[in-house]
């Protein structure tokens, strides 16, 4: 990337990652690095890690192909970046569901180069391509300089409907490759403006060319939300930025474990004369001989120490298990001697609804409420009504039933008055009202027929 014979500026990895982080792209595939060897370079102030291939140091360097990782990201990946030669390079990353997916970046030959050249980079990369399990997920990104057209019909499910130009040699052969392994080119895919569906002007011609793609398997398209060419990026190349968007559950970085705890002992069977004593008898033992093999340094003796004290302790007198306490267990008495006394109450308000203990019961109960649960209460006032009740005059029962009166209100025994016929007036009485009733329904549902013998014969 940093040549001394252009005019390009030097250090261009951070431009580039600083260019990168402003379209928050996590992965980014790098074509014609021109970089010597392989290795890997990380940007600190814009948080991306660069990884490339390339030819020796000693040989003429035309092409090499890389990746641009955010460095959060590529701090989880299992493997390095593998590079192949200066024209390919793999990345596995991990996903969810035991699964991964392999991305590609390529570099192909130009249309200037022997058609040998070309058929040894095409083998290169059907070889990686099949070496990906079928199970991943595959994305293949780079410069491919060919031009694939727009001819959807003849490579149906390769070429989308919103190709561009027409193809030539070099495409023939990239199609060719996508055919045989079930894979689309995702860029036909999408309806955009021509601006946002090339990726290359032709110095002479001056025309606009989609020579740049990111190709996926055929079952993977749906991961793709859309792929597009951007105009705004400045990175130094005759090239536009291709970003794909793709949907994929990336596993986490997993956080650093920190150090376990060491259980808490149940230190209550030391009380136990029997446990003490052997307690004692086997520590003295594991301790002698811990001091005899253990070394001078104090920190390592001190730990052996602990580690020698916990094991048997842990051995004689076993994790303290926490015991939280039950409500309803420590309290079951105070709840069977409530409950029997409203059970008492209500089988004597069945005998004699006027009773006096009724009352009395029912103010015990209430006066319980601020010392147990809700959900108790509730239970408990089930049978007497709204804890309002223990506001009535202890010295008249009668307050009580005028206390249930006002909660739930008076019992409706009598049927609802209704409209005479002609509406002129209401009527009130039981029989009046059924009557009534029975004169509307008779109206509605036997009613005399209407049908007119002569009118059905005249049709035809």
Request: glycine residues 4%; negative net charge; proline residues 4%.
């Amino acid at each position: 990337m940093d040549g001394s014979r252009t005019d390009r500026p030097e250090h261009r990895t951070a431009l580039i990652a600083k260019e990168l982080a402003r379209y928050h792209l996590d992965i980014v595939a790098l074509s014609e690095t021109r970089l010597a060897d392989k290795g890997q370079l990380s940007e600190v102030g814009t948080g991306y890690t660069f990884y490339w291939s390339g030819h020796n140091t000693d040989e003429r360097r035309e092409a090499g192909v890389g990746f641009a990782i955010r460095s959060d990201l590529a701090s989880t990946l299992p493997h390095m970046p593998e590079g192949i030669d200066d024209h390919l390079m793999t990345l596995q990353l991990p996903l969810t569901n035991n699964k991964n997916m392999t991305l590609i970046s390529a570099y192909a030959p130009t249309m200037t180069n022997q058609d040998e050249t070309k058929d040894m980079f095409y083998e290169d990369l059907e070889s990686v391509i099949s070496s990906v399990p079928r199970y991943d997920k595959l994305v293949i990104l780079g410069d491919f300089n060919a031009r694939v057209g727009s001819d959807h019909v003849t490579w149906e499910g390769v070429v989308g409907k919103h190709g561009i130009g027409t193809c030539n040699s070099n495409g023939l052969l990239l199609l060719q490759t996508c055919t045989i392994h079930d894979l689309t080119i995702t860029n036909t895919l999408f309806h955009l403006p021509t601006r946002n569906r090339t990726s290359w002007i032709h110095p002479l011609s001056k025309h606009w060319h989609l020579i740049d793609y990111v190709i996926t398997r055929k079952n993977d398209v749906r991961d793709v939300r859309v792929t597009k060419a951007v105009c705004g990026a400045e990175c130094w190349t005759d090239h536009r930025l291709i970003i794909s968007r793709l949907v994929v559950r990336v596993v986490p970085r997993r956080r650093p474990q920190g150090q376990k705890m060491l259980r808490r002992l149940n230190v209550a069977w030391l009380k136990i004369p029997e446990v003490a004593e052997a307690f004692r008898k086997e520590l003295e033992y594991t301790i002698r001989n811990a001091i005899a093999d253990a070394d001078a340094d104090p920190e390592e003796w001190w730990t052996k120490l602990q580690e020698v004290l916990h094991a048997t302790a842990s051995q004689h007198l076993g994790p303290l298990k926490h015991k939280h306490q039950d409500w309803f267990d420590e309290s079951d008495k105070k709840i069977q001697d409530l409950l029997t006394e409203k059970h008492q109450a209500f089988m004597v308000y069945q005998n004699d609804p006027a009773s006096e203990a009724l009352y009395h019961a029912s103010c015990i109960c209430l006066s319980s409420f601020c010392t147990f649960p809700l959900a108790f209460a509730k239970a408990t006032f089930l049978d007497f009504g709204f804890p309002q009740l223990c506001y009535a005059d202890q010295n008249d029962s009668k307050h009580f039933y005028e206390s249930l009166k006002t909660v739930y209100g008076p019992k409706c025994v009598t049927l609802l008055p209704l409209f005479s016929s002609d509406g002129s007036w209401l009527l009130v009485n039981r029989k009046q009202v059924l009557d009534r009733w029975i004169e509307h329904f008779e109206g509605v549902l036997n009613r005399p027929s209407i049908i007119n013998d002569e009118a059905i014969d005249r049709l035809p």
